[in-house]
């Protein structure tokens, strides 16, 4: 039974080697390392749906400023954006350093 829970538990800790390994490299590119960070995770406050294409407002190549909108996924379900800092590590990656809620208005048609 101890070698059975041994085998099981290297297994997970290489599972979750590889996978954050994995990450780190598909991190690289910007407009994945949002669209993750946005659209995973079962206890993301930030979490949308039917996010709509990011939009960079500010890029120098180690910082950036991205515009997000969706689709909030807490009920109800209505038009949300945020504005997100993001920087590039060391290895290349690029980390979310802060979130700013965005307000998103709806546009109004005159009669």
Same mark, same amino acid.
């Given at each position: 039974?101890?070698?059975?829970?041994?085998?099981?538990i290297? !297994? @997970?800790?290489?599972?979750? =080697?590889?996978?954050?390994?994995?990450?780190? $490299?598909?991190?690289?590119?910007?407009?994945y /390392?949002?669209?993750?960070?946005?659209?995973?995770? !079962? @206890?993301?406050?930030?979490? =949308?749906?039917?996010?709509?294409?990011?939009? $960079?407002?500010?890029?120098?190549?180690?910082? /950036?400023?991205?515009?997000?909108?969706?689709?909030?996924?807490?009920?109800?379900?209505?038009?949300i954006?945020?504005?997100?800092?993001?920087?590039?590590?060391?290895?290349?990656?690029?980390?979310?350093?802060?979130?700013?809620?965005?307000?998103?208005?709806?546009?109004?048609?005159?009669?």
């Amino acid at each position: 039974m101890k070698k059975f829970l041994s085998v099981i538990i290297i !297994i @997970f800790i290489i599972l979750t =080697i590889t996978e954050n390994v994995y990450m780190s $490299i598909r991190c690289r590119d910007i407009n994945y /390392a949002v669209t993750h960070y946005f659209t995973t995770g !079962i @206890f993301n406050k930030y979490k =949308i749906y039917g996010m709509e294409n990011p939009t $960079i407002s500010f890029s120098n190549g180690t910082a /950036a400023f991205i515009k997000v909108e969706g689709i909030s996924s807490e009920s109800p379900h209505r038009k949300i954006g945020y504005t997100v800092f993001l920087e590039k590590n060391n290895s290349g990656t690029w980390k979310i350093k802060k979130v700013y809620p965005a307000q998103v208005t709806l546009q109004q048609k005159s009669f």
